[in-house]
């Protein structure tokens, strides 16, 4: 995403001067033996009436004086009783002296029940995942609504890109679950034939997802179904700029899911902050580069793992060779998809002259064939999240020299399916990522050119190579460096479950999707079992040491280098 | 040289051919006063942008030559660790030559295999097609390590960086000095010097030298320098892998063979001084066992070191004065049961246990790092579970009893980097298994082919076919219901057996 504004791409105007929202929780009858531990948990929303009186029924959105707003988990009678074991412990370190953070109490709770152990059954984490999916087949008509109001989503945009992949990605976990979460058995060595060595799969504890707007369901859903998967519990933090969708999220999903493990948070930048200074065990971003920044400087505080999705300008070699009709759609579609707001979009193309001679009509062609001869009309056509956004695009048209459309409409944050050409590596458009309906054609004279040019660069969230020379598309693909690559097509490597998702370098780290979204949120613990007994096995390793011992240990031990290996 | 960098040298015909580039990639230093280190990342990286590290058969010969650099310099790697560290031989061969050498066989191996494209599962709609995973490398790579084994802990990471194409930095302690000189002297010979390079230094040249952009930083060290290194890292949005320490505790249950716990506790325990990250740290155990397991550690330890350990050539040293005063300090906690003594001229301090500790005493405030035992008293498995658990997590949960049952508890019921039952260390010797810490004591894993993994970015891959424009065209606006059946038919992932989201 474009750098230099705030949280996710945030207009700061749209955080500013509005009070989060406040989901009251129904606390109804917490259990006497627990009104200690309720009262730690429930100190942190300054709800003092609710701990002076275990047995109030506090109404559903009761009052407003709650600063944070967090969706606070609520705590049924049977879920009360056995659910806050421990302290916190694992090293929690907030809440010192002076202003309590308002998030600790809900981060705590849910540690409290990490520590349970209630998360680690896969009976659990299957039923959580289909939770999950009845929230995405309950909910499609209102999720289709949001985003259609947030971001002017085509229904079919919407229902694809929203729901049908997210319904992928938790089938494709459903399937595997119990197969992804066995014990990994090991290769031993000589000495240790008589023990066990496996990799088991743990969860962290408490993970934090952080979610962006332009797909505001599907971005934090993925990542939801790999921590759920896991064994973790999860605070999901949606973006307060796609505002539909994220009420509708702080307001059906804890309905779906276990309150005292799942808990939506909501806020801008400042409940963000705050947010961020509570340990937590993981820690899944998807924003921009500066906020991606920020959100790892706050991690490493506590040195929490993370994993950064951000965006970057991925670059589109478009070779002398190949049929430039299909070019023009696959191209158009992946640039025009949700208006351009896609972090693996096609950001600029890179071709000849004379190929631009080629695209230009064809891609006039694409256009009008998806959108017809007035975009604005079409129902399939997005609209800019945000005024921000939209003023931020609209300066951008000033790049190089418009070849088709260019048309805006301030009102309706309309902008038409855009060319540029004549466009300069250092005009504005080619300094961020565009995030919008615009795709500019820069020139080059050949391949080599193209792949210094992307080099020369930020590495990309992709890189995509069009060709009908199969060496030229493995040529890109070889000497560039980038999050993932698609060749001879846009934005449909990240449909398959089964290819890791994850930018490098300035486009972000780690890896998600499928089994990557799992392994992701499971710390890989390295594990030796032994007997009790065969001591003599052990004699050669101890003091008073001798060459003798050491030539066992050495027989014992080695890994022996195969074939011609010289070092031996 | 003030920077304490040994620059590659650039011999006539490398040097025309070198840089390429002038850093790409968003290399972002240089403005005002300049880096010291700024020419050697931006040479490093040119050398890695010009492709040479990405054949097999460089990466090979690489390793290769650090298999000869193990050969050749053992007598001085073993004087080097003697005269840092009073390390004996046994242990110095093992540690710091013979798992090293397993490391790089083990890589050797497999490596033809790691490197290969990953073929995976595709959709209906992309039968044509071919998706794959291929494992780039990510450029340049710093590795910073510690002075406790100061050849296993560069060059075991070194190997994967190395085996999975990037160019490298090496940074080693500037504490373990003689073998730092070794390594910055010796080890550049051995490889690529236009792709591999040592720096040496301390606090300022290694806050100097991250400022730089890398693409993969592995520190192995401190948590409060594991923050210090992320920190400059989030900078840059670089990756990194954190090998902290930690309070390793050791749990026996009453029932169990003591005088096998004692042993494997004690070796343990003393390996090198006590100065071993995965080192047990301290013991939890019943009264009862306590009283069992006192003079079974005395007979280890005498068995070990004799009835002077000052005098055993096997028994270490502590590798500086403030960290032989640190653990003299530490002494004070509880009650010396075994050992005790200490020398401040040869920075010795005697194999010891500590009984009647308690919780907030000092010696349980910090990871030990030295050849001190103390003992803490629970009185059953939940409150040994319940300690652990109320404290950071550790690299390393161990824990003794000749009932599975327990050692499964402990195991499933407490979080840590990594875990052994019935013994200690040996977990780590195995590169089969991945390594590394959660929380307190560190993130990312490595050995073996993890290392390989941890510095190779997975990339996601799709090629598609220029033609059969016709399988696209459902996806393709106007968009239309029937367009969308066709979609979810030929891209569906089904969700099998008694599933009831269909």
């Given at each position: 995403?474009?750098?230099?504004?705030?949280?996710?791409?945030?207009?700061?105007d749209?955080w500013?001067?509005?009070?989060?929202?406040?989901?009251?929780?129904?606390?109804?009858?917490?259990?006497?033996?627990?009104?200690?531990?309720?009262?730690?948990?429930?100190?942190?929303?300054?709800?003092?009436?609710?701990?002076?009186?275990?047995?109030?029924?506090?109404?559903?959105?009761?009052?407003?004086?709650?600063?944070?707003?967090?969706?606070?988990?609520?705590?049924?009678?049977?879920?009360?009783?056995?659910?806050?074991?421990?302290?916190?412990?694992?090293?929690s370190?907030?809440?010192?002296?002076?202003?309590?953070?308002?998030?600790?109490?809900?981060?705590s709770?849910?540690?409290?029940?990490?520590?349970?152990?209630?998360?680690?059954?896969m009976?659990?984490?299957?039923?959580?995942?289909?939770?999950?999916?009845?929230?995405?087949?309950?909910?499609?008509?209102?999720?289709?609504?949001?985003?259609?109001?947030?971001?002017?989503?085509?229904?079919?945009?919407?229902?694809?890109?929203?729901?049908?992949?997210?319904?992928?990605?938790?089938?494709?976990?459903?399937?595997?679950?119990?197969?992804?979460?066995?014990?990994?058995?090991?290769?031993?060595?000589?000495?240790?034939?008589?023990?066990?060595?496996?990799?088991r799969?743990?969860?962290?504890?408490?993970?934090?997802?952080?979610?962006?707007?332009n797909?505001?369901?599907?971005?934090?859903?993925?990542?939801?179904?790999?921590?759920?998967?896991?064994?973790?519990?999860?605070?999901?933090?949606?973006?307060?700029?796609?505002?539909?969708?994220?009420?509708?999220?702080?307001?059906?999903?804890?309905?779906?899911?276990?309150?005292?493990?799942?808990?939506?948070?909501t806020?801008?930048?400042?409940?963000?902050?705050?947010?961020?200074?509570?340990?937590?065990?993981?820690?899944?971003?998807?924003?921009?580069?500066?906020?991606?920044?920020?959100?790892?400087?706050?991690?490493?505080?506590h040195?929490?793992?993370?994993?950064?999705?951000?965006?970057?300008?991925n670059?589109?070699?478009?070779s002398?060779?190949?049929?430039?009709?299909?070019?023009?759609?696959?191209?158009?579609?992946?640039r025009?998809?949700?208006?351009?707001?896609?972090?693996?979009?096609?950001?600029?193309?890179?071709?000849t002259?004379?190929?631009?001679?080629?695209?230009?009509?064809?891609?006039?062609?694409?256009?009008?064939?998806?959108?017809?001869?007035?975009?604005?009309?079409?129902?399939?056509?997005?609209?800019?999240?945000?005024?921000?956004?939209?003023?931020?695009?609209?300066?951008?048209?000033?790049?190089?020299?418009?070849?088709?459309?260019g048309?805006?409409?301030?009102?309706?944050?309309?902008?038409?399916?855009?060319?540029?050409?004549?466009?300069?590596?250092?005009?504005?458009?080619?300094?961020e990522?565009?995030?919008?309906?615009?795709?500019?054609?820069?020139?080059?004279?050949?391949?080599?050119?193209?792949?210094?040019?992307?080099?020369?660069?930020?590495?990309?969230?992709a890189?995509?190579?069009?060709?009908?020379?199969?060496?030229?598309?493995?040529?890109?693909?070889?000497?560039?460096?980038?999050?993932?690559?698609?060749?001879?097509?846009t934005?449909?490597?990240?449909t398959?479950?089964?290819?890791?998702?994850?930018?490098?370098?300035?486009?972000?780290?780690?890896?998600?999707?499928?089994?990557?979204?799992?392994?992701t949120?499971?710390?890989?613990?390295?594990?030796?079992?032994?007997?009790?007994?065969?001591?003599?096995?052990?004699?050669?390793?101890?003091?008073?040491y001798?060459?003798?011992?050491?030539?066992?240990?050495?027989?014992?031990?080695?890994?022996?280098?195969?074939?011609?290996c010289?070092?031996?």
């Open positions: 995403m474009p750098s230099g504004f705030s949280w996710n791409g945030a207009s700061s749209v500013r001067g509005r009070r989060p929202r406040v989901r009251w929780p129904r606390v109804r009858q917490a259990a006497k033996g627990q009104g200690r531990k309720l009262a730690a948990i429930l100190l942190a929303g300054k709800r003092e009436a609710v701990v002076d009186n275990h047995h109030a029924t506090i109404p559903h959105r009761a009052c407003g004086s709650m600063e944070t707003g967090a969706v606070f988990p609520q705590l049924p009678e049977s879920e009360a009783r056995r659910a806050p074991e421990g302290d916190g412990g694992n090293g370190v907030d809440g010192d002296a002076t202003s309590r953070n308002p998030f600790e109490g809900l981060v709770h849910l540690r409290a029940s990490w520590l349970s152990g209630k998360t680690r059954p009976e659990y984490r299957m039923a959580q995942l289909k939770a999950l999916g009845h929230f995405l087949d309950d909910k499609k008509q209102q999720i289709l609504e949001a985003t259609a109001s947030d971001l002017g989503k085509a229904p079919f945009e919407a229902e694809l890109s929203e729901i049908l992949l997210c319904k992928n990605e938790l089938h494709e976990t459903l399937n595997n679950l119990s197969c992804w979460m066995k014990d990994e058995q090991v290769d031993r060595t000589l000495a240790m034939q008589l023990d066990s060595a496996f990799i799969k743990d969860p962290y504890g408490v993970v934090l997802i952080i979610a962006p707007w797909y505001p369901i599907h971005l934090f859903l993925v990542p939801l179904v790999g921590a759920i998967a896991a064994g973790n519990c999860v605070i999901v933090k949606p973006s307060e700029v796609s505002k539909k969708t994220e009420r509708l999220v702080a307001e059906a999903l804890p309905d779906y899911l276990d309150k005292d493990c799942f808990a939506v948070v806020g801008g930048v400042q409940e963000t902050t705050r947010l961020l200074e509570n340990k937590f065990d993981y820690i899944f971003f998807t924003g921009s580069p500066p906020v991606g920044r920020v959100v790892m400087t706050a991690a490493a505080k040195l929490t793992p993370v994993t950064l999705e951000l965006g970057g300008k670059p589109c070699y478009v002398d060779t190949c049929d430039v009709t299909n070019v023009a759609r696959r191209v158009a579609w992946g025009f998809f949700n208006a351009g707001q896609t972090c693996i979009a096609p950001d600029y193309l890179l071709c002259i004379e190929m631009q001679e080629k695209l230009l009509p064809a891609l006039r062609k694409a256009i009008d064939d998806f959108y017809g001869p007035n975009p604005r009309e079409s129902p399939d056509f997005g609209r800019i999240v945000s005024d921000k956004q939209f003023q931020r695009l609209r300066a951008l048209l000033g790049s190089g020299r418009v070849a088709i459309g048309q805006t409409d301030e009102a309706e944050r309309y902008i038409a399916p855009t060319v540029l050409v004549d466009v300069q590596p250092l005009d504005p458009i080619m300094q990522e565009i995030f919008g309906p615009i795709l500019p054609i820069m020139i080059i004279t050949n391949m080599d050119e193209a792949i210094d040019f992307i080099n020369s660069r930020e590495r990309p969230l890189v995509y190579a069009f060709s009908s020379d199969d060496k030229v598309v493995n040529q890109v693909l070889e000497r560039t460096s980038s999050g993932g690559f698609c060749g001879n097509d934005l449909m490597h990240v398959l479950p089964s290819l890791p998702f994850g930018g490098i370098g300035n486009s972000g780290l780690g890896t998600h999707h499928g089994k990557f979204s799992f392994d949120f499971s710390h890989h613990r390295g594990c030796l079992k032994r007997g009790m007994g065969w001591e003599c096995l052990n004699a050669p390793r101890y003091p008073p001798s060459q003798q011992k050491f030539g066992v240990i050495r027989a014992m031990s080695k890994v022996r280098c195969k074939n011609d010289t070092l031996l």
